[in-house]
């Protein structure tokens, strides 16, 4: 009889095993770029269960930018995804209907590289000097506002299009004085400049007065109408993940690269220490991780304004909404 309960014991619990599984709702997450440092949080979430406590299977996809990112979010090939806010306002201006519904970095990352010893040590110090730039990054978009914000006279720089893939190497060869880039990058950076013995160093832009929201959760405005509770399960759960991996960086690292092996563990690591600095502020600390401030969205549209065709019917409440997070201490 005690050999009957424990097989129909068995039997019902993984029928019940099962039936969970089959309830757990299918979502798909798009990322900005390739995974890396930045994604941490996305892929605790997974690994650690906090997706799967939120009753979610969740396919993470790699992204090819925030603009195509947007696209896929904006007609539903993707339930949630990371994009920038300057992005978000384009798109709309562009008849997306997207919205940023958590923060990542609440400082922004635009930087200039530039290697140590070689006369650059102000940004004045740039001109009569190049500069390497992708042609479509958001940072060369903003370089008329940083040149204005730090006494530089942009006239005198020359700007060369280089492709993403080859800044750290022509830094590092000396072809190009400086590299526009994201302070994300200069754990790389800084890997390429010591193998020909040098160092790296960089003007921040947001230490000169350029500063506004960056990467952040997406969501469309019909998810956000029809699925509500799938979004904010998606939002709560991610901003877990990450408020997690700020506690525990090892730990983070790890469950990263058990889902992307073929990236480097260290280098990944140094890429979420900087993330981190970019997380923690007077801001999140006071309101949670992912806390997105109405002012300073206000400030992000203004600023876009500045270097691209917004659409003027565009009200801020367009841009964001934190309906759908709760606070998430960072600590």
């Given at each position: 009889m005690r050999t009957v309960r424990t097989l129909l014991l068995g039997l019902l619990t993984a029928a019940i095993a099962v039936s969970t599984a089959w309830?757990?709702?299918?979502?798909?997450?798009?990322?900005?770029?390739?995974?890396s440092g930045n994604h941490f949080g996305v892929f605790v979430a997974k690994e650690r269960g906090f997706f799967?406590?939120?009753?979610?299977?969740?396919?993470?996809?790699?992204?090819?930018?925030?603009g195509d990112t947007l696209k896929r979010v904006a007609i539903g090939t993707a339930d949630i995804g990371?994009?920038?806010?300057?992005?978000?306002?384009?798109?709309?201006?562009?008849?997306?209907?997207?919205?940023?519904?958590?923060?990542?970095?609440?400082?922004?990352?635009?930087?200039?590289?530039?290697?140590?010893?070689?006369?650059i040590t102000q940004p004045k110090d740039l001109e009569g000097r190049s500069l390497g730039a992708?042609?479509?990054e958001t940072t060369v978009n903003i370089l008329p506002i940083f040149a204005a914000k730090a006494g530089v006279d942009l006239?005198?720089?020359?700007?060369?299009?280089?492709?993403?893939?080859a800044k750290y190497a022509s830094l590092a060869a000396k072809t190009v004085d400086s590299i526009v880039g994201s302070t994300v990058e200069e754990p790389a950076n800084q890997n390429a400049a010591q193998k020909i013995g040098s160092k790296i160093n960089r003007f921040r832009f947001s230490d000169y007065g350029v500063d506004y929201y960056s990467i952040g959760l997406v969501a469309s405005d019909q998810m956000l109408a029809?699925?509500?509770d799938l979004v904010r399960r998606l939002a709560v759960s991610?901003?877990?993940?990450?408020?997690?991996?700020?506690?525990?960086?090892?730990?983070?690292?790890?469950?990263?690269?058990?889902?992307?092996?073929?990236?480097?563990?260290?280098?990944?690591?140094?890429?979420?220490?900087?993330?981190?600095?970019?997380?923690i502020t007077e801001?999140?600390?006071?309101?949670?991780?992912?806390?997105?401030?109405?002012?300073?969205?206000?400030?992000?549209l203004e600023l876009t304004k500045t270097y691209q065709n917004v659409d003027p019917a565009i009200r801020v409440e367009d841009l964001y909404t934190m309906e759908y997070l709760p606070k998430i201490p960072v600590n």
């Open positions: 309830a757990q709702d299918k979502a798909t997450f798009a990322l900005n770029w390739i995974p799967r406590g939120a009753d979610l299977d969740v396919d993470i996809q790699r992204g090819y930018g925030s990371i994009a920038d806010a300057a992005s978000v306002i384009i798109g709309r201006t562009n008849g997306l209907k997207v919205k940023q519904i958590a923060s990542i970095f609440d400082t922004a990352f635009d930087c200039i590289f530039f290697l140590e010893n070689n006369g992708a042609p479509s006239k005198k720089i020359s700007i060369l299009s280089i492709s993403p893939s029809k699925r509500p991610t901003m877990q993940g990450y408020a997690w991996s700020i506690q525990h960086p090892g730990e983070a690292a790890d469950a990263f690269a058990k889902s992307v092996p073929e990236s480097s563990r260290d280098l990944m690591l140094a890429q979420w220490k900087v993330t981190v600095g970019h997380m801001r999140t600390r006071s309101n949670g991780v992912g806390w997105i401030d109405r002012a300073r969205m206000i400030s992000t």
